[in-house]
């Protein structure tokens, strides 16, 4: 069993449409992250969430959102989104960033995004 | 900046043999964390073991076991006793404190019945 539950696991969207990807962990972590992965390829990451702040986002296009409404959730809400942006996107969380350890981070199973 | 460099895209072995995934990374940093991850078909991105860089023993997991060769800035991946639920993709991944995980490009690993 994943202990990051994403939603929905797959979504099909037109390019005007408006949705959200939603994440959600109860390990206590403190660090949430959203990664973009095509595939045969490794995930690119896109933004992170450090104590429910955003700490990186690694040039992102506006139409993609994110949202960290408490330290349980991560969302990521889409709008207008391009034929490219189909994808797999996970959602990944740590204990913490810049502690001192390497904290593995804990995936969940993806939200398979189709744009058409 | 950090590269991770996976030379296998694709690997086959016959069940209950051993396999060894090779991976490099290239860093002027002495303190890291070098991970092995695993993504089968189920999508999920699993951990399948961490080595810290300042530890000279290889970490080990059961039938997983790492090669840490930290002057060759080499990681390779042991996997013995293959068993058909060990096919997947397998990235290597580098983090440094405070900063973001970098990841191979992957190996295919395909297990023959």
């Known amino acids: 069993d994943t202990e990051v539950t994403q939603t929905p696991k797959h979504l099909v969207m037109g390019m005007t449409n408006k949705k959200s990807l939603k994440c959600e962990q109860h390990?206590?972590?403190?660090?949430m992250y959203w990664y973009k992965q095509k595939a045969k390829k490794p995930p690119e990451l896109m933004f992170v969430y450090s104590y429910e702040k955003l700490s990186i986002n690694e040039s992102v296009p506006s139409r993609f959102s994110p949202e960290c409404p408490n330290s349980s959730l991560l969302n990521l809400h889409l709008h207008a989104l391009q034929p490219e942006d189909s994808a797999l996107y996970l959602c990944?969380?740590?204990?913490?960033?810049?502690?001192?350890?390497?904290?593995?981070?804990?995936f969940g199973d993806g939200t398979r995004l189709s744009i058409l | 900046a950090q590269t991770v460099t996976q030379s296998q895209p694709e690997m086959s072995v016959q069940e209950a043999e051993t396999v060894t995934l090779s991976c490099t990374y290239d860093t002027s940093e002495s303190d890291y964390y070098l991970f092995w991850y695993k993504q089968p078909p189920s999508r999920q991105m699993i951990l399948v073991i961490r080595q810290e860089a300042y530890k000279q023993q290889n970490a080990t997991e059961n039938r997983f076991s790492v090669n840490f060769q930290k002057a060759a800035k080499s990681f390779s991946l042991k996997i013995s006793d293959s068993q058909l639920g060990d096919a997947a993709m397998y990235f290597c991944a580098y983090n440094k404190r405070d900063d973001k995980i970098i990841f191979g490009k992957g190996t295919r690993l395909h297990i023959l019945p």
């Open positions: 990944a969380s740590s204990q913490d960033r810049g502690t001192g350890v390497g904290q593995p981070q804990h």
């Open positions: 390990m206590g972590h403190r660090a």
